[in-house]
């Protein structure tokens, strides 16, 4: 991607991509843990003929600041608002996956007059258990770049299904690419958010109109999990695609249906 730049926010320099149409409403996506902005192309390209699209490196991520660890959602959620405050942006959709969903979540709940729509992808109020964020964010802390490498090589099986990764090795290795470069420090420090945070005593709190979409094949926030928000967020809606963990890379087409579905109605 080509189009990508540095934006100085009030939490640091930030690195954007913004594309699409100027003066259309704005769709904010939000990557997953262990990628870049990067994972978005596929969306970026389909919706700047109708929307002002703008990606970014989250916090720890790519080219954004990696400050020293723990961090917290308070500051995921935070950086969103300040890159908003900084391209001059009021009120924006907004699309996160995974890591990116559950800041989407936080964001609902904190921010609500600053967005018309959530999607909230691949994720859980709650995802995994503290223990294991600990454990993961302890063992890339120890092994630096190499334990990066080696989070990268088992990173298929936790972001795809086995037909998928048979079928397209070119995303699957683009996107081994992405987490084998990410700054170990930067991704430790998600991991502790992520293993602090459990938003499922506030999701009730959302009112913003809230798309939770489920991968049928994830392992890592299952259709359940999509199905318990539903079930907590009134008026929110429930979609599911054919994929794993990263929906938007294995299943596209079926995804940036779900996702237009979703705000045409809104905009």
Known sequence: MTNTYSLQTRNGAFRVAVDGLADGPVLLFSNSLGTTLEMWEGQLAAFGSTHRVVGY????????????GPYSFNQLGADVLGIMDALGIERAFFCGISMGGHTGLWLGVHAPERFAGIAVCNSAAKIGTGQAWEERAGMVRQGGVAAMKEMAASAPQRWFTPDFVQARPDVVAAAQDMIAGIDPEGYAACCDALGLSDLRPEQGRITVPTLLLAGESD??????????????????SLASVPA?????????????QALARFISPLA
Request: charged share 10%; aromatic share 2%.
């Open 57 to 68: 490196d989250s916090r720890g991520h790519g080219g954004s600041p990696a400050p020293a």
């Open 244 to 256: 794993s963990h990263l929906s938007n890379l294995e299943a596209p087409q079926a995804f940036n």
């Open 219 to 236: 392992p890592v926030t299952t259709v359940a999990d999509a199905q318990a928000m539903h079930e907590a967020i009134a008026g929110s």
